[in-house]
C-alpha cells in the first residue's frame, strides 16, 4: 500500500510484529483519537489551553507511532498553540485536524 497518510513501511512492520494483535491496536487507535477528538472540541469551546495542549499531545503520540505523520504534524501545531495560549487559529488548525484523523481513519480500516 502507498499512501501518504499513514507510513506503509511502519504499519508492515507492526503488522509483523503484533499479528493478531494488530487489529486491537488499529482499534485502539481509532477509540482514542475519538476520545481525544470529543475531548478538544469541548476544550476548544471553553478554551482551556491546559486541555488543548494536552490532548493534543497524547494524539500527536500515537500518530506517530503509528506513522500517520501529517496527523501527527497537525496535532503538534494545536499542542503548540495550547501550550501558547493562542486562541487565534485554534478552530481552522482543528478543523483540519479532525478531517486528517478521519482519512487516517479510513486508510488504517483497509489494513
Not at 469551546?45 to 496527523?71: M, P, Y
Request: charge should be negative; proline fraction near 0%.
Amino acid at each position: 500500500m502507498t499512501d501518504a497518510r499513514i507510513d506503509a513501511a511502519m504499519m508492515e512492520q507492526l503488522k509483523e510484529l503484533l499479528g493478531e494483535r494488530f487489529t486491537e491496536l488499529v482499534d485502539r487507535f481509532i477509540q482514542d483519537g475519538e476520545r481525544r477528538l470529543g475531548l478538544l472540541r469541548e476544550a476548544l469551546k471553553t478554551q482551556d489551553f491546559v486541555a488543548i495542549h494536552a490532548e493534543a499531545h497524547g494524539l500527536k503520540g500515537s500518530s506517530r507511532n503509528i506513522g500517520a505523520n501529517i496527523l501527527g504534524g497537525l496535532c503538534s501545531d494545536l499542542e503548540q498553540m495550547g501550550k501558547e495560549n493562542k486562541a487565534e487559529g485554534l478552530q481552522t488548525v482543528f478543523a483540519a485536524l479532525e478531517q486528517e484523523f478521519a482519512a487516517v481513519c479510513a486508510e488504517l480500516r483497509t489494513w
